[in-house]
């Protein structure tokens, strides 16, 4: 089965531009995640979209949105990118809810270069 | 919010021998522990997680241990060969609505033949 797959593997913008990433999660896992990891850190949480709605946001500026369509997959947006932007962004799915912790499945992740 | 802490940072250890890392967290309300490897230019791959109700659980040469009333949980990686050599990271999660992970800051491992 194929894992999570994400796209473009890399990209380089300016600041002030805008950026969407693409995220296709594992067939059957209805939920999905957004990290960044900036370099030398572990990823911190950004969204999370459960049956195409958010059920979880990081501590991040309004700059960050996201969305996910009714085949599961997800897009993330970035508007007026700023240097501190640059990171990897990492995309998770997970089969279902559950109340004692969902296993999410990492895909390898767009690397974002703001000059 | 939670906080997890991870130690050591790096960890240098010879093939064949053991290697542990140790993670705090802070939330009470946390009870779901993965552990994460990501080698260079990867996304973390789940190597095995550990949830609130059981206190350990191994995995062939992996294992990791949880004290809920300490607030922390470790990894142990037994006979340590070349290509466990990595970045491990732990995470905590309150499993409940939005299931976040968050966490810790790594631990660079290097497993030298």
């Known amino acids: 089965d194929a894992g999570v797959t994400q796209s473009p593997t890399h990209l380089i913008k300016t600041r002030g531009q805008h950026v969407t990433l693409r995220c296709s999660p594992i067939?059957?896992?209805?939920?999905v995640s957004w990290y960044q990891q900036v370099l030398g850190q572990g990823p911190q949480f950004i969204f999370q979209?459960?049956?195409?709605?958010?059920?979880g946001r990081g501590n991040f500026p309004d700059r960050f949105s996201a969305r996910q369509f009714p085949n599961y997959s997800s897009e993330l947006n970035v508007n007026a990118l700023l240097l501190g932007d640059s990171a990897l962004y990492l995309c998770?799915?997970?089969?279902?809810?559950?109340?004692?912790?969902?296993?999410?499945?990492f895909g390898p992740g767009t690397r974002l270069l703001v000059l | 919010g939670e906080n997890v802490e991870q130690h050591p940072s790096t960890l240098s250890v010879q093939e064949g021998d053991s290697a542990v890392i140790k993670c705090t967290y802070s939330?009470?309300?946390?009870?779901?522990f993965p552990w994460y490897k990501q080698e260079l230019g990867k996304g973390p791959q789940l190597i095995i997680d550990?949830?609130?109700?059981?206190g350990e659980k191994k995995d062939q040469r992996i294992a990791v241990t949880l004290n809920k009333t300490a607030k922390h949980f470790s990894l142990h990686i037994t006979e340590t060969q070349p290509e466990d050599s990595a970045v491990y990271f732990c995470?905590?999660?309150?499993?409940?609505?939005?299931?976040?992970?968050?966490f810790g800051g790594g631990t660079r491992l290097m497993v030298k033949p």
């Open positions: 939330d009470s309300a946390s009870n779901y």
């Open positions: 998770a799915s997970s089969p279902l809810r559950t109340d004692l912790g969902e296993t999410q499945y």
């Open positions: 067939s059957g896992h209805k939920s």
């Open positions: 979209y459960y049956e195409k709605e958010e059920r």
């Open positions: 550990i949830r609130s109700n059981v």
């Open positions: 995470a905590a999660s309150p499993g409940d609505a939005g299931n976040m992970l968050t």
